[in-house]
């Protein structure tokens, strides 16, 4: 009997020996739901706000091995202001687009198979609470949500390798106060529209439009963006600080940099239209730049 013993225990340490402890352990099971979620919990679209200490949100930027931001600038609503509302819309409604903007990305494949984006979130970082959400864009080119199964068209986030997408979000956010910037006089900013967003080339106005809104919302106001892939795993998250924007001419490849830049040309020029009674809806203008 005490043979038998013996014999059973060397064949278990033998085991033990042979297998890494790791396979013993408990399986690590991904949450995604609860406090423990990749996803942020909120009730408020693919946007959320976050206010207070900003330590733990500023990370060291998390490059995508499959996907790249090409380009990443935020635009205003097509009623940004009170001359971008239509004719018969009742002005409560188009006041609701007041200040409101919404992000477009430019995203490249850098993966030699097919890669899908199932969902994408932002997280408004806002120090001095004027910087939060707003309404869900009226009009987009291809709008990625929060919710996987809210995505209604997937195959508008399937990129072949090497290959370019643009889409915005599915939620809106809103800079109160940003159209005091064109209080100042920008009669000679001349916009170049053959380029969609719309740009224009006196890179002065980045400059001093960079300055405001460190002064306006802080030198720390950002939006983090996280793109998933299946079941919510992190395909890219990245954190940009609003008043940190660059222009059309910025040059340098964002994989060797640590963390992505808005073009704020793109926005001042959009807004600038606006303002100078142009009507035609971004989104249209976006639609054929894509075709």
């Not at 706000?49 to 330590?55: F, L, M, P, R, S």
């Not at 004719?87 to 430019?106: H, M, S, T």
């Not at 199932?118 to 309404?135: R, V, W």
């Not at 969609?196 to 919302?217: A, H, Q, S, W």
Request: charge should be positive.
């Amino acid at each position: 009997m005490h043979q038998n013993i013996k014999r059973y225990l060397g064949v278990a340490l033998t085991t033990l020996a042979l297998f890494p402890v790791s396979i013993w352990a408990q399986p690590t099971v991904k949450v995604t739901s609860g406090t423990r979620s990749v996803v942020f919990q909120g009730n408020h679209g693919s946007a959320s706000v976050h206010y207070g200490d900003t330590t733990n949100v500023y990370s060291a930027e998390r490059l995508g091995k499959k996907i790249v931001i090409r380009k990443m600038y935020i635009v205003p609503f097509d009623q940004f202001t009170t001359h971008g509302c239509s004719p018969g819309i009742e002005f409560k409604r188009c006041g609701d687009f007041y200040e409101a903007v919404q992000l477009y990305l430019e995203v490249q494949s850098i993966w030699p198979e097919p890669v899908l984006i199932t969902a994408g979130h932002l997280e408004i970082i806002s120090p001095k609470h004027n910087f939060g959400l707003g309404p869900p864009p009226s009009s987009g080119v291809h709008s990625l949500d929060e919710m996987i199964t809210a995505n209604n068209n997937p195959e508008e986030f399937l990129i072949q390798p090497g290959k370019i997408k643009i889409f915005n979000f599915s939620r809106g956010f809103r800079l109160n106060g940003v159209l005091e910037f064109f209080d100042k006089n920008l009669s000679d900013a001349e916009i170049q529209t053959h380029i969609v967003p719309y740009v224009f080339y006196d890179l002065r106005i980045v400059d001093d439009f960079n300055r405001f809104l460190k002064k306006k919302y802080g030198t720390k106001a950002a939006l983090k963006i996280s793109l998933f892939e299946k079941d919510y795993q992190p395909l890219l998250i990245t954190v940009a600080k609003l008043g940190d924007g660059t222009d059309f001419f910025s040059r340098g490849d964002p994989t060797k940099r640590n963390g992505y830049n808005f073009q704020h040309d793109r926005f001042v020029a959009e807004v600038l239209y606006q303002l100078r009674g142009g009507m035609e809806p971004l989104h249209l203008r976006m639609l054929q730049k894509i075709k």
